[in-house]
């Protein structure tokens, strides 16, 4: 029995020494400012959730994660469990914060009381026509150029030292259920798709990956959902005008179904772009996959060398 179960993933935090480089990536990449002091930027999407992303000044590199709890009731109970204090959030939209250490030292914080963020636009989707199913009639399709319209953050992966040690956890603590096991044989797994228990709400096919990584713990990728096909390529064109690094895209992948798109910020973190995943309740269990499954493809590149 887990001590909570959190509803998403809330926020990634990185650090970097020049934030006016990190702010045209963001703005390259889809996400809006809504922060920018001499030693802080903090984005979001266009969806309700106040903060997807936070960089502090300071030498590159990943410093945490966050989730998102149901209320104060969760955080105090998790505290109590852990010994630890819930802290103000120091981000917009307020709320609480109960800030902890997974067992490779990766930061995790558990958030909730955020007020919500009043939506950005976002254009319509434009109707689609496919054979014997014609939707648009005696009208153009045009798609404007521009950044995708990233509407939230969807999963973060992170390379662990050591899986089970690692799923015991984060399952424990946050509730997670297992969606696909990545297993190199019976007796060795090597990671697992990971979702949130919503009982019977679908929830993302991931939230969580955790990876047991050949070079040790790191943070992998995270993962912004966008709004459609076209506006994932949209945004695949405007990365490529910008000069910015591609590092894995456009396909659709095996598990999970996503259409991806993966970019590199400036110091070599990965952030991707996604759209059509897949969604299940608390009630479609789990899988054992193998790691052709975890990397391939239904359509589009096979990985680089780096991607994991």
Avoid at 5 to 26: C, H, N, Q, S, T
Avoid at 99 to 109: Q, Y
Avoid at 186 to 198: H, I, K, S, V
Wanted: with cysteine; aromatic share 8%; proline share 6%.
């Amino acid at each position: 029995m887990s001590l909570l179960k959190i509803e998403d993933v809330a926020y990634v935090r990185f650090r970097a020494p020049d934030l006016g480089e990190m702010r045209g990536f963001l703005d390259d990449f889809g996400l809006t400012v809504v922060e920018a002091t001499a030693t802080r930027l903090v984005a979001r999407g266009a969806g309700p959730s106040p903060v997807a992303h936070v960089t502090e000044l300071g030498d590159a590199g990943f410093a945490g994660v966050a989730f998102r709890a149901g209320g104060l009731a969760d955080l105090e109970r998790l505290a109590a469990a852990e010994g630890a204090a819930i802290e103000k959030l120091d981000l917009p939209g307020g709320g609480s914060v109960v800030p902890l250490r997974d067992p490779d030292g990766h930061r995790v914080e558990v958030v909730a009381g955020q007020a919500p963020a009043d939506p950005l636009p976002i254009a319509a989707a434009q109707a689609w026509n496919r054979e014997g199913a014609h939707a648009r009639l005696r009208a153009t399709k045009r798609i404007a150029a521009g950044p995708a319209s990233v509407v939230r953050l969807g999963h973060v992966v992170l390379n662990v030292s050591n899986f089970r040690a690692s799923e015991q956890w984060y399952k424990e603590r946050l509730g997670f259920i297992t969606s696909d096991e990545i297993r190199l044989s019976p007796e060795f797994a090597l990671g697992a798709f990971l979702r949130c228990d919503r009982g019977d709400q679908p929830t993302d096919h991931h939230t969580l990956f955790l990876m047991q990584g050949r070079k040790g713990p790191s943070f992998n990728h995270a993962a912004y959902e966008v709004a459609d096909l076209d506006d994932l390529m949209r945004g695949h064109q405007r990365l490529r005008d910008a000069g910015r690094h591609a590092k894995w895209g456009v396909g659709r992948h095996i598990l999970g179904s996503q259409v991806f798109d993966y970019w590199r910020d400036p110091w070599g973190h990965t952030l991707e772009h996604w759209t059509d995943g897949d969604l299940f309740t608390a009630a479609d269990g789990s899988d054992i996959a193998t790691v052709q499954d975890l990397l391939g493809v239904q359509w589009g590149p096979a990985p680089p060398s780096t991607m994991g």
